[in-house]
């Protein structure tokens, strides 16, 4: 049964380094972005797991697991989201585009290299505001938590918002430009 299915690759999926090294470079880095992810949230579980067994079985729960996970969740998404954008799964109502595209594939094409700027935007601007707070939770030794008891710092989560929306923003603008490329290779 598995002979009968066919494989095909994405338009939009990572390409060969001799065709397009930009690509394979932003491709292989929001590859490694999201297994750094992918391993955090097993990880993330079994802490979960632990502190439940804990804090119901032992009656000594892992402290400061809550705030470690709620830190966790936007440091593993702006990790995975690059990926997201690469392989064009990033989440979207795409019906209206299936339908756009049955009847005019390069008006399709320019929706999706609009949506692909828009992204783009996005990331710049959360990019932007990001920034300062990274640079504050440095010089300030910024911690989140509860003195005394528990506290860890901000700054690495922070870092990773910058370098997560920094590889996002990189690949929403090459998604856009090779669609636009290839509309207007198709036009001529």
Do not use: H
């Amino acid at each position: 049964m598995a002979d009968d299915i066919e494989m095909t690759a994405d338009a939009g999926a990572v390409p060969a380094f001799a065709t397009a090294p930009v690509g394979a470079v932003l491709g292989s880095t929001a590859n490694l972005l999201s297994a750094i992810g992918t391993v955090w949230i097993g990880l993330m579980m079994v802490m979960i797991v632990l502190d439940v067994i804990g804090r119901n079985f032992l009656n000594a729960p892992i402290t400061g697991v809550a705030e470690i996970a709620g830190r966790s969740v936007v440091a593993i998404v702006f990790l995975q989201i690059s990926a997201a954008v690469m392989q064009g799964r990033l989440t979207r109502a795409d019906f209206l585009i299936r339908r756009i595209e049955r009847a005019s594939p390069a008006s399709a094409q320019l929706l999706n290299a609009l949506f692909a700027l828009m992204g783009a935007l996005v990331f710049a601007l959360i990019l932007w505001a990001s920034w300062p707070n990274m640079i504050k939770a440095w010089t300030t030794a910024e911690f989140f938590g509860v003195q005394g008891v528990f506290t860890i710092p901000t700054f690495p989560f922070r870092v990773i918002t910058v370098i997560g929306c920094t590889a996002a923003l990189l690949t929403c603008l090459y998604r856009a430009t090779m669609t636009l490329r290839r509309n207007t290779e198709a036009a001529l």
